[in-house]
């Protein structure tokens, strides 16, 4: 696979340089070059196909001049070996994608372990080592740390909000042998996500330590976002005769571009579903328009390596023919005030516990209804992270709140041996040159 950036169509590099070096100089994000045709293996699988099985073959199709079949399927089973999505059948026509079975109950598990199957293989074919510096949180931490556990050669630097840091393995930090090193600062998120920008402009320690990302701005925790779309299809084919819909909860568009790959790789799909924010939304004739596109590219700040939004990407899609945008995604707006209702009504219809994001976009779906029944047409709902999550909102909503999973258990516990430092570069830096070695 050939990458580009959004900002420079000319220039390709290779998925090995795109994942290492994730953010491209001209202040883009990298993404597909080419379309790619994956149709003789999306109509291959079935129900009987494992997600494993799945992300290995469509990991050889897609990286199939760099990673040998054997290779692609090594990825995939140490990312998948032991978790899969779940398709969840509702009603006749609508069903959930469940993608909060993973080690933590997130949906990131997904993009993270496949990501960190990846670089480690990268990195073992050439022998050398690379590092993870991002700012984070105890949920996204989490994944993160469960993800990159025991790479020997990636070493990842996790920078918290002070109170944040909870809920990850001893075994994992770097003071007791491991690859992981989280800290916190005396500061707030916005401070830890300014450190780590501040820390990938200077070009000099980016490559002095092999710095790289592990959010979707790096296309590598992007692209095995696009398996479970696959997966889900794999399910329903023999069981479905009419449209395909997704309803995908907004989020920083992430998944919504992952599914927006999926079609490009051929996947059968007539539309997807959104809640409308004020990034993307109906312009006055009710088609989907993204509100920076009145911004022309070499006007734009760069894209942020420690809040990325994907909404570029999402353009670069429709970039020859903006007119798709308007057929393929519909965006609906829906007030927060409505989202407890929404939660109970999941509940009451379905007896499912819905999380504000999934509500969300479920109640996106009622101007569609008549849309996609009129023939015959089939939603798939993304439920992206564990309800549990929110059990208190939901309790309040429905009564009832669901049962702690064993993914979220050690959640709230603290790490041991862990340090609060000031919120100065110099500190961070420190910990790079330490932990390098």
């Known amino acids: 696979m050939e990458l580009i950036s959004t900002r420079n169509s000319k220039k390709t590099v290779s998925f090995r340089n795109a994942v290492l070096d994730c953010i491209p100089q001209d202040g883009g994000l990298y993404v597909p070059a080419n379309e790619e045709n994956l149709h003789p293996w999306i109509m291959y699988m079935d129900e009987k196909t494992s997600f494993s099985s799945i992300a290995g073959t469509l990991t050889a199709a897609l990286l199939k001049e760099e990673f040998s079949p054997v290779v692609s399927e090594r990825i995939a089973g140490t990312a998948f070996n032991q978790y899969s999505p779940l398709l969840r059948q509702l009603d006749n026509n609508l069903y959930t994608l469940e993608l909060f079975h993973g080690p ?25 080592s690379a590092m993870v510096l991002a700012a984070t949180s105890t949920r996204t931490g989490r994944s993160m740390a469960a ?25 994992y930090l770097a003071w007791n042998g491991g690859n992981i090193w989280p800290v916190e600062i005396e500061g707030t998120h916005d ?96 088609r989907c328009m993204v509100m920076d596109s009145i911004v022309p590219l070499d006007e734009r700040d760069s894209a942020d390596p420690a809040k990325p939004s994907n909404l570029e990407r999402l353009e670069q899609v429709f970039a020859v023919n903006p007119a798709l945008l308007g057929g393929l995604v519909f965006p609906e ?50 439920a992206k992270d564990h309800p549990f999550f929110e059990a208190n909102r939901i309790r309040t909503a429905c009564g009832e709140a669901p049962k702690m999973p064993e993914s979220v258990k050690d959640l709230h516990n603290p ?23």
């Open 104 to 128: 933590t109950g997130s949906h990131k598990d997904f993009g993270i372990h496949w990501l960190a199957s990846a670089l480690e293989h990268i990195l073992t074919m050439e022998g050398r």
């Open 147 to 171: 993800g990159f556990a025991g790479k020997k050669h990636l070493k990842v630097v996790l920078v918290y909000a002070k109170g944040t840091l909870t809920g990850i393995e001893p075994e």
């Open 191 to 286: 401070d830890a996500e300014s450190l780590v920008r501040g820390i990938f402009t200077d070009r000099d320690i980016v490559l002095k330590y092999g710095l790289t990302l592990a959010n979707t701005a790096n296309i590598g925790r992007l692209l095995p976002q696009v398996f479970p779309y696959m997966y889900a299809f794999s399910r329903l084919r023999k069981k479905v005769d009419g449209d395909i819909f997704y309803a995908v909860p907004s989020g920083n568009f992430g998944n919504l571009v992952a599914g927006l790959y999926a079609w490009k790789f051929s996947l059968p799909v007539n539309g997807f579903i959104t809640d409308a924010t004020p990034a993307i939304s109906r312009d006055i004739s009710g």
């Open 333 to 382: 707006e829906i007030r927060p005030a409505a989202v407890p209702d929404l939660i109970f009504e999941a509940y009451k219809k379905y007896g499912v516990f819905f999380d504000t994001a999934s509500a969300t976009v479920y109640g996106a779906l009622n101007p569609m209804k008549d849309y996609i029944n009129s023939d015959g047409g089939t939603v798939v709902l993304l």
């Open 415 to 437: 790490v041991p041996g862990m340090k609060c430092i000031a919120a100065e570069s110099a500190g961070i830096r420190k910990i790079l040159a330490e932990f390098a070695g």
